[in-house]
């Protein structure tokens, strides 16, 4: 079946640097990924769509500047904290499907738990 | 703007019951309704995916049926094992190409 890659799982950083999350499909093209947060004991929280070879959309309420998203290719997106503070610690799941909206069912990277001391 | 409800946002059961996890959405607009299953700390597995056209979709003992006339999905489980501890969230796929997750059911069951 189809897999998503995420890395890291676990990360943990200092107030003020930046962080990179990858996110690869590993046997299938995907021209669009999602990032998702979620905070403890609360569901998920979609923070923006990558699309492959352009710029990312972002949801309301979601800093473009602070998280910025790469898609640079059919199989690799990336999401980089920048600046990284104690409030953006959480967790960031991405996700990737094959094909278009109700072909079939998004698959989801194992997450990574992101702590910012 | 789908909103998405899951009822009871807990519970907890002894081994071996047959339970029911409930969905609703306020739009019934969508192209399929999804089940995950989430492990503390971990990523999400996808359990069954509703396309909708259908009515349910069965994948070992676990059964989603769906009715979008009233925005409504439920997750079946059969003879629960303490292995299904997790917690299970429901999500609709509308235009746009996104999902829209529930709050998520917490569910223990007991050895």
């Known amino acids: 079946g189809a897999v998503v890659s995420q890395h890291p799982s676990r990360v943990i950083c200092k107030s003020g640097t930046s962080v990179k999350i990858e996110c690869r499909s590993l046997?299938?093209?995907?021209?669009?990924m999602f990032w998702y947060r979620q905070f403890p004991k609360q569901s998920l929280m979609l923070m923006a769509t990558?699309?492959?070879?352009?710029?990312?959309?972002?949801e309301q309420g979601v800093e473009k500047d602070k998280f910025l998203i790469n898609h640079a290719s059919l199989t690799l997106s990336t999401l980089t904290v920048t600046s990284a503070h104690p409030e953006d610690s959480s967790f960031y799941i991405c996700?990737?499907?094959?094909?278009?909206?109700?072909?079939?069912?998004?698959?989801f990277g194992n997450g990574t738990r992101l702590t910012v001391t | 703007k789908q909103e998405v409800t899951q009822i009871p946002a807990a519970l907890s059961v002894p081994e071996g019951e047959n339970l029911v996890l409930n969905c609703s959405f306020t739009?019934?607009?969508?192209?399929?309704l999804q089940w995950f299953r989430q492990d503390p700390g971990k990523g999400l597995t996808s359990l069954l995916l509703?396309?909708?056209?259908?009515r349910e979709q069965t994948s070992g003992r676990l059964n989603a049926s769906l009715d979008k006339s009233s925005g409504r999905s439920t997750l079946y489980i059969a003879a629960s094992q303490p292995g299904d501890s997790a917690t299970y969230l429901c999500?609709?796929?509308?235009?746009?190409?996104?999902?829209?997750f529930g709050g998520g059911t917490r569910l223990m069951v007991k050895p």
């Open positions: 996700s990737a499907r094959i094909g278009g909206p109700g072909d079939s069912p998004l698959h």
């Open positions: 046997d299938f093209q995907a021209t669009t």
């Open positions: 990558s699309n492959e070879g352009s710029k990312a959309t972002y």
């Open positions: 739009d019934s607009a969508i192209y399929n």
């Open positions: 509703i396309q909708s056209s259908q």
């Open positions: 999500a609709s796929d509308n235009a746009g190409n996104m999902l829209t």
